[in-house]
Nanobody
Framework: QVQLVESGGGLVQAGGSLRLSCAASGRTFSSYAVGWFRQAPGKEREFVAAINWSGGFTYYADSVKGRFTISRDNAKNTVYLQMNSLKPEDTAVYFC??????????????WGQGTQVTVSS
């Protein structure tokens, strides 16, 4: 089992950037795919991006493609989400989760507690 803790959220103006971190505990972290998800007020949680165990494969939601970049550093047990050109509609609580297949984010678990991202217009 892996435990995940998100950080890096905050308040930013539209067009700005933030980098989120997902720090993991557990020696098997490098064997897991990791994904980022978000949930805006009154909306269902949605998939944002995922990365496979080695970092060689990534998968993005259409809404963030070209603006967000997911990466990982297995030596630091951390996955990152670089968010550029932020829009007010990106405002949400962002969560990370782990799974066995980066292309199957619906199967991810071990959710972190989330970090708030607020984009002002």
């Amino acid at each position: 089992q892996v435990q995940l803790v998100e950080s890096g959220g905050g308040l930013v103006q539209a067009g700005g950037s933030l980098r989120l971190s997902c720090a993991a505990s557990g020696r098997t972290f490098s064997s897991y795919a990791v994904g980022w998800f978000r949930q805006a007020p009154g909306k269902e949680r949605e998939f944002v991006a995922a990365i496979n165990w080695s970092g060689g494969f990534t998968y993005y939601a259409d809404s963030v493609k070209g603006r967000f970049t997911i990466s990982r550093d297995n030596a630091k047990n951390t996955v990152y989400l670089q968010m550029n050109s932020l829009k007010p509609e990106d405002t949400a609580v962002y969560f990370c989760a782990a799974g066995s297949d980066y292309a199957r984010p619906a199967d991810f678990g071990s959710w972190g507690q989330g970090t708030q991202v607020t984009v002002s217009s």
